[in-house]
């Protein structure tokens, strides 16, 4: 079946991604009636999904990682109000555009009951649109929406923009009439079917398995209800408890919602290959600023609860570059001295170089003459250095201008940032793997563990029953780890922390300013609901989208500003030393020229509802938050981080990460390398000896 559309006279190829000053819109879209665009219906959704997928991609490598705070992206890490019109031109024009014009059609054509003969093409498109104005809502608000894209609108000059409310309602009550349409099949043409579904076709180019299409459509509404209580708590309510009752959500991996982007370098591949990795060879440094990776507030948490997800979301250091001068970590060891005590250095060889691992004992003389069972329990306290699994990169400046590093005691000089001295090159950091960012990157949508964390977090909110949220809640955790394959992780499972109503507090960032943390058995349900939020944002880890929503609407994490010390952003309003996250995108600079009246009604409406409002930019500013979100409780008093503090920085994560010993450190290091000689097993963790800080010490005397 092909179909006729008369359309403006506007790129139909996906327009360039970026920041470019896209003017484009909503004008166009609806002048020019007079150019024919013939269409093809099995070929019109695949590139749909994949424009879709280019314009999320870019957002997402340039914003919402960022936002999620458990991903760095240096060089884009500051606040921006580029309007970045692109990607709101690209969604309507390149994606909403398409899946309007299919719904008109297939509203169309009907039978003598009046209904569609397109159920199922019609549920998915009316889907795929949902999650596109989800997407958009999100970021800015209020949008055009039932203003948008009208037959007979030729030549108008006015669009007006729905309020939040209103775009979630209809969302909403879109994914409930797709559920319904794909539970009444039976008058379905035999035209109606999709030959090219590229989330859920057999290797994304077969049929649509329309079982998979309902439940996704279910777990969207859910997540949408969810997402929008704090705007409407009835309305939220209303649609999550029918989505519960209904029952039938993702229910297992099998079910994920995920597109794969293909091998052609020039027209399929991922928009994270074409951005960073198509040009550019990791023996070519210079790649931290550029490659996703895994940011210090994510590292702590992984590490606090020793998460088995880390090396399936990240690469470990120098995995890209060999070759590159490993990430090397101070620490302090105790080591049995009997086997140093020398009037001498002692040298071994190691990775080929004659290095010193002890220099002569300070007290050679005095210990010579001491019972040998004396000097056995005699030990060296020993600084040393030696490489770790996985190196997070840092957030762009380390402290703000008003804070100071401390001096060292005994010393005329101050510390200094530890995670950028450890950092040997700037590109032996632990980046995303391969299957978020390669050539044919998978971009994962929403999954099963989703649905089980937004079942277990509806059961406690809606149905006050911690029985059911319980069982999903640990139901999502299995889903995550099968997911990516882990089946070893009972000990995770069972942690303080991880397990249902415990509490854990964990690591501390390398300046001491937050704490890794999951509060389950404090603050009832409050703690309950705190567990199911940062256990749903460790199972999306590289879906910065829905991470920053959760953090937004929950503020559950209570991340700490990120400092810019001094460097101009170009943001009205912005501090040029912190900053709490971007709340939202400013909208396109065509908007406010060509549909301005329109747009200042949309500026008036997120600003009767947002808990948090900033004046800057006549209201459309990055800092005031959306209806759905929560305020964040700290912004009032943001002036206090400009207070003076003196920070006395420790990576206290890496702290006897292989134990606190020489010989557990050896025995790791030949556990790890498989090596049975010391120097082999030493050479694979990069030990160095710095010094010796105590000599002979005796652990039980304190002598």
Request: aromatic letters at 12%; one cysteine or more.
């Amino acid at each position: 079946m092909k179909l006729k559309y008369i359309i403006p006279s506007v790129a139909i190829a996906a327009a360039g991604l970026g920041f470019s000053g896209c003017t484009d819109d909503f004008e166009e879209i609806n002048t020019n009636p007079h150019k024919v665009y013939d269409v093809e219906l099995n070929d019109v959704f695949a590139g749909t999904v994949q424009r879709t997928a280019n314009n999320w991609a870019e957002m997402n490598y340039r914003r919402f990682l960022n936002f999620s705070r458990l991903t760095i992206v240096m060089f884009c890490c500051n606040p921006s109000q580029d309007t970045g019109d692109g990607y709101f031109r690209n969604y309507y024009v390149n994606v909403l555009r398409d899946l309007i014009k299919l719904e008109r059609e297939y509203s169309a054509n009907v039978d003598d009951k009046g209904r569609t003969i397109y159920p199922k093409n019609m549920a998915i498109v009316k889907t795929w649109k949902s999650y596109v104005y989800y997407v958009m809502a999100s970021c800015w608000g209020p949008i055009p929406m039932s203003d948008a894209i009208v037959v007979g609108n030729e030549g108008k000059r006015y669009y007006k923009y729905d309020s939040e409310e209103q775009v979630y309602t209809q969302i909403l009550n879109d994914l409930k009439e797709a559920v319904d349409l794909l539970d009444h099949t039976q008058n379905a043409s035999a035209l109606d079917a999709l030959q090219n579904d590229p989330i859920f076709g057999a290797g994304g180019i077969g049929a649509p398995d329309m079982d998979k299409w309902l439940r996704f459509a279910n777990t969207l509404r859910l997540n949408v209800a969810m997402h929008c209580q704090n705007l409407n708590s009835d309305l939220s309510r209303e649609h999550a408890l029918e989505v519960l009752a209904d029952g039938r959500l993702m229910a297992s991996n099998d079910d994920n919602a995920v597109m794969q982007w293909g091998l052609d370098s020039d027209k399929s591949s991922s928009y994270y290959y074409r951005s960073f990795q198509k040009d550019h060879k990791a023996e070519q440094g210079g790649e931290a600023p550029i490659w996703p990776c895994l940011n210090e507030y994510g590292y702590i948490y992984f590490a606090t609860f020793n998460d088995p997800r880390i090396g399936k979301y990240v690469r470990k250091m120098n995995e890209r570059n060999p070759k590159a001068k490993p990430f090397l970590v101070t620490d302090t060891l105790t080591r049995p001295h009997s086997a140093y005590c020398k009037n001498s250095d002692t040298k071994m060889t190691i990775n080929g170089q004659s290095v010193v691992v002890a220099t002569k004992c300070a007290n050679y003389t005095q210990h010579r003459s001491l019972p040998t069972a004396v000097k056995n329990t005699l030990r060296d306290s020993i600084i040393v250095r030696y490489t770790v699994d996985y190196a997070p990169y840092q957030e762009q400046c380390d402290i703000p201008n008003s804070w100071r590093y401390a001096t060292v005691p005994g010393m005329t000089y101050t510390y200094h940032d530890v995670l950028g001295s450890a950092r040997q090159d700037d590109y032996n950091h632990s980046v995303a793997q391969p299957y978020f960012v390669s050539e044919d990157a998978h971009w994962v949508i929403l999954t099963y563990a989703d649905a089980c964390f937004l079942r277990a977090e509806a059961e406690l909110i809606y149905n006050n029953n911690p029985g059911r949220a319980k069982t999903a809640y640990e139901e999502g955790i299995d889903a995550s780890m099968a997911q990516w394959g882990i089946t070893d992780y009972a000990d995770f499972k069972s942690q303080d922390g991880v397990k249902w109503g415990t509490s854990k507090e964990g690591y501390h960032d390398r300046r001491l300013i937050y704490q890794a943390k999951i509060m389950g058995g404090d603050n009832g349900n409050d703690g309950l609901l705190e567990q199911i939020y940062k256990q749903r944002s460790f199972a999306d880890y590289f879906n910065g989208l829905e991470i920053w929503n959760i953090e937004r609407r929950t503020r559950t994490f209570d991340w700490p500003p990120t400092f810019t010390k001094d460097q101009s952003s170009g943001v009205l309003g912005a501090s040029p030393d912190y900053n709490y996250w971007m709340e939202r995108l400013i909208y396109p600079e065509a908007e406010t020229t060509k549909n301005g009246a329109a747009n200042a009604e949309g500026i008036a409406m997120l600003q009767s509802v947002s808990p948090f409002v900033r004046t800057e930019r006549w209201g459309d500013n990055i800092f005031t938050s959306l209806g759905f979100a929560k305020k964040n409780p700290h912004v009032e008093d943001a002036s206090l981080w400009s207070t003076p503090r003196e920070i006395t920085p420790k990576m206290e994560y890496y702290e006897h990460y292989y134990g606190d010993t020489y010989e557990k450190l050896l025995a790791r290091a030949k556990e790890i390398s498989g090596a049975r000689l010391e120097a082999a097993a030493l050479g694979a963790v990069a030990f160095e000896y710095q010094s010796t800080k105590a000599y002979g010490y005796n652990l039980t005397s304190g002598n």
